[in-house]
């Protein structure tokens, strides 16, 4: 089974930088989109950005549009997730998992995604 393993997350003042990394164990044909999610305490998981192995497309949540940029390293099978200008309410745990797309386009709804991994945690202090 696909599995993501999540690193980069720490601590943080607003207005500073960091990068997350996404590995995945495994990869197959069908398991084409990576999305990163993250979940603050007290609140649902949400949508962070999304980017399909292709590289063709592109999706971020507005709340971060503009701040963060999703990428990729195909041979290593790695996806980032460069987080500048952050605030403190982009606290949270930052997961990672991988979806099949949905007629090419990468969705955000996490049901679709699956091989989750244990999160690495962002703290951001004003």
């Known amino acids: 089974q696909v599995h993501q393993v999540e690193s980069g997350g720490g601590s943080v003042q607003a207005g500073g930088s960091l990068r997350l990394s996404c590995a995945a164990s495994?990869?197959?044909?069908?398991?084409?989109?990576t999305g990163w999610f993250r979940q603050a305490l007290g609140k649902v998981r949400e949508g962070v950005a999304t980017?399909?192995?292709?590289?063709?497309?592109?999706a971020y949540a507005a709340s971060v549009k503009g701040r963060f940029t999703i990428s990729q390293d195909n041979a290593k099978n790695i996806v980032y997730l460069q987080m500048n200008s952050l605030k403190p309410e982009d606290t949270a745990t930052y997961y990672c998992?991988?979806?099949?797309?949905?007629?090419?386009?990468?969705?955000?709804?996490?049901?679709?995604?699956?091989?989750w991994g244990q999160g690495t945690q962002v703290t951001v202090s004003a």
């Open positions: 998992a991988a979806a099949p797309s949905v007629d090419g386009e990468c969705r955000f709804e996490d049901w679709r995604y699956g091989g």
């Open positions: 495994s990869y197959t044909r069908a398991t084409v989109c």
């Open positions: 980017i399909h192995r292709a590289g063709y497309v592109e």
